[in-house]
């Protein structure tokens, strides 16, 4: 039953400009991180050399570990929150200019031309760094992740050059406009910073600080990327508990009750360190009121009351997000299987980039030219629109609030008392808000004391839209402008995801959501509170996309600082979830899917119990013996053609242990021969140490050494072997084989039969292979790709 590796790329050489794309295919390219323990006689030693104290340092280390961890993940949220900002002031600096030159003569149309090619400019700058330097920080990294903390070495994907890059992109993302939110990067970065800090080292700068040696195994990396992926949650929505969550929901495949406590003590610290330095920036030291990137801004109690005949629509509501969810993610599957096939190459990457800013901006630009929304400024909205400028022109003074200037990429944390200084002085960019008033004088044809509702929402940070959608009084907007708004948004949105560009698709999912939901809101009639609509349609919207319930319910109530809606807020969740995934799975799981990585769901499919062992192992399988003659061991790394990386241990026949390819090349590396051992007696003896040295980029077999003489010794693995692997006899069901698999963590599983022979190994792959599909079990093949 076992299939023969494909080569995908055969067909690529007659045709250079497609590269076809098969998602029934599984990469070989993948290899399994090892989240088992080997307990070979080493490790044993060093456990028994270890006093009582050592282990209680360990753990007191781990907690310095997630401290470090959360502050980190909260110092670069702050960068990135400092950084959108004064670029927003550099940009519009040059519009202003721009604006200040055409405002005698006319033609102020070069004026939005020039915000459009600036735009596009900075998302040309994020697509290049990720597109020539680090394809690896595209998207939001939220599936790498899912697949690091599932059991999948992706290449490269928490390393510091990645981290870098991953922060200058959504920078750059977010500064030149595209319907994108910083919040997803956030998850990706913490994790990478956790990876980084719990090794004491790095491996990119050839730096090693000689702290945390011990934690340098998949294992121990395994539960800090957990807590980094938290921390990234609790910086991004000021959610603690709902970061906790998230890392138990989405990403860890396995879990234990004390990792529980250390994650929650990272996201807390990641939450208070970004709310802490934002304080001091923002002048107002010790005034912590800014727990997270996103502030949805409270819901008053009289507000949001809801009653009982209010459930059923919550819920229709919900049923909705599940369609409109499956409808985006139907959309960016095939946008994304076009963009494999024709749009692969760097240069056709960045281009798309920039082509999307543009679009992006000139829709924008569409949308308010011919929008006729015209709305009162009442006094109950300063919220929203707390400052008034006067500016005399040469016929008469105009009111126009500030929240209608274009601040599409300013910090979403009332901007405006950071960037006016005072009623009487201005700083410096509020003197460019003032000058960009004259062109929406021209632009938006409302009269004094009104504003343009389209203009509120297109034309700020989409965080600031999801809270003026979530509060504004009833009537702040008319059911046309939110039915184009949300149409508009819905496939910019869906066209964003999957660029070349560092960005997110959290805040884009609550901005679509939060707009058809107050629009449900307004068509019920004038008993219905549309914010609270509103904030429905923003949960039923994002749950429709990526199909979170539990975690996502949390980080809704943590973020809206309420939890009077956490029951109509669960079921609306929960019937998204039911709803989408009746149609297509959720979008993180279908670019999983498209990178045809070997991702171990929570069980194996449903009609697989006939299927054996037997059936799915891999054979024959390559064995050693305990005491096994060099050369054959250099023969077998060298082989290409199979690329094995576990090799069970068989005395003579039956097995006595497993060993890793990694745990080879370092006995190759330092030379550890039986005749060698003999003659010099003073040769210090490998420890654990030196394993742990080369982790986790171990050489490859071609840069070692092995002389003609040096290939005719015996190497003995009774020492460097694990003694106890996991064995499964094989008639076993393809389930339990499965379950064995994916809950300790495994990567090789040894399939013996009833005398205890080696007879098949089960990997990653082989489980992976089998899904439930239209036609009931289906076989994926696998491909070299």
């Not at 496939?491 to 959290?506: D, I, K, Q, R």
């Not at 576990?646 to 026949?653: D, E, L, R, S």
Request: proline share 5%; charged share 15%.
């Amino acid at each position: 039953m076992k299939t023969a590796p494909l080569a995908l790329f055969d067909s690529v050489r007659g045709c250079p400009k497609e590269i076809p794309h098969n998602e029934k295919l599984l990469s070989l390219k993948y290899e399994s991180l090892d989240y088992d323990n080997s307990e070979n006689q080493l490790f044993l030693e060093e456990e028994r050399r270890m006093s009582f104290l050592g282990f209680k340092c360990l753990e007191i280390s781990r907690w310095v570990i997630c401290g470090l961890i959360g502050f980190l993940t909260g110092l670069i949220a702050c960068c990135i929150d400092i950084a959108v900002e004064n670029l927003a002031g550099l940009k519009y600096y040059v519009v202003k200019q721009n604006i200040e030159k055409f405002t005698e003569v006319g033609g102020l149309s070069i004026s939005l031309i020039l915000w459009a090619v600036l735009n596009s400019a900075f998302v040309m700058v994020g697509a290049v760094i990720v597109a020539f330097f680090e394809p690896g920080a595209a998207g939001s990294g939220i599936p790498q992740i899912k697949c690091y903390l599932n059991g999948v070495k992706i290449p490269r994907v928490v390393r510091l050059k990645t981290l870098v890059v991953k922060v200058c992109g959504v920078i750059c993302s977010v500064a030149g406009g595209l319907a994108v939110g910083k919040e997803g990067p956030m998850i990706h970065s913490g994790a990478v910073v956790a990876a980084g800090v719990s090794q004491g080292r790095s491996t990119s700068l050839k730096k090693d600080f000689k702290i945390f040696e011990y934690f340098r195994r998949d294992t121990e990396k395994r539960d800090f990327v957990s807590a980094g992926a938290a921390a990234g949650v609790s910086a991004a929505f000021g959610a603690p508990v709902g970061g906790v969550l998230f890392s138990l929901e989405e990403g860890a495949s396995f879990w234990n009750q004390m990792l529980t406590w250390r994650i929650f003590f990272a996201s807390m610290i990641s939450t208070f360190t970004l709310n802490f330095f934002l304080s001091i920036y923002n002048n107002k030291p010790g005034d912590l009121s800014s727990p997270g990137l996103i502030n949805f801004g409270r819901f008053e109690s009289d507000s949001v009351a809801y009653n009982l005949y209010e459930i059923p629509l919550f819920i229709v509501m919900g049923a909705a997000g599940g369609l409109l969810g499956a409808l985006f993610n139907t959309l960016n599957y095939w946008l994304t299987i076009f963009r494999i096939r024709y749009v692969h190459r760097p240069c056709l990457q960045v281009m798309e980039a920039m082509l999307v800013a543009a679009v992006t901006a000139t829709v924008s630009f569409a949308m308010i030219y011919f929008s006729n929304d015209c709305q009162p400024l009442g006094p109950d909205q300063s919220e929203d629109y707390p400052l008034q400028v006067h500016t005399h022109t040469h016929t008469h003074t105009h009111t126009r609030p500030l929240s209608l200037i274009p601040t599409l990429t300013l910090n979403p944390l009332d901007i405006v008392f950071d960037l006016v200084g005072g009623t009487n002085k201005m700083s410096p960019v509020g003197h460019i808000f003032v000058c960009l008033l004259f062109l929406w004088e021209l632009l938006l044809f409302c009269a004094d004391g009104e504003y343009n509702s389209m203009a509120t929402a297109f034309f700020n940070t989409p965080e600031r839209s999801v809270r003026s959608l979530f509060h504004n009084p009833p009537g702040s907007y008319n059911p046309l402008t939110l039915s184009l708004f949300t149409l508009t948004y819905f496939f910019l949105a869906c066209w964003t995801y999957g660029l070349t560009v560092s960005a997110g698709v959290f805040i884009p999912s609550l901005l679509i959501g939060a707009a058809w939901g107050r629009l449900f809101g307004i068509l019920l009639a004038v008993w219905a509170v549309p914010g609270k609509y509103a904030l429905m349609g923003a949960a039923a919207q994002l749950g429709g996309i990526v199909r979170m319930t539990l975690s996502l319910t949390v980080i809704m109530v943590e973020a809206t600082g309420n939890v009077t809606y956490g029951l109509p807020i669960m079921l609306v969740l929960l019937t998204a979830k039911i709803v989408g995934d009746y149609f297509v799975e959720g979008l993180y799981d279908i670019h999983i899917k498209l990178q045809s990585v070997p991702f171990l769901h929570l069980e194996a499919p449903a009609t697989s119990h006939w299927l054996t062992a037997r059936e799915v192992m891999g054979a024959p399988v390559t064995c050693f013996n305990r005491i096994e003659k060099v050369g054959t061991i250099v023969d077998v790394l060298s082989n290409t053609s199979t690329n094995h990386n576990g090799f069970p241990v068989v005395v003579p026949v039956a097995i006595c242990g497993l060993i890793l390819r990694s745990q080879l090349i370092v006995l190759l590396k330092h030379k550890v021969f039986v005749e060698l051992a003999r003659s010099r007696l003073t040769q210090r003896k490998l420890q654990l140490k030196d394993f742990r040295d080369a982790y986790p980029r171990f050489p490859p077999i071609q840069s070692i050494h092995v002389s003609q003489d040096e290939r005719e010794c015996m190497m003995d693995l009774t020492e460097f072997m694990n003694p106890t692997p996991y064995t499964v006899p094989q008639e076993t069901s393809l389930p339990r084989v499965f379950k064995l698999f994916r809950a300790l963590g495994l990567r090789h599983l040894v399939v013996v039969d009833s005398e205890n022979r080696v007879v098949g190994l089960v990997t990653r792959k082989d489980l992976a292979r089998y899904h439930l599909g239209k036609h009931g079990l289906e076989e994926m093949q696998l491909a070299q790709t």
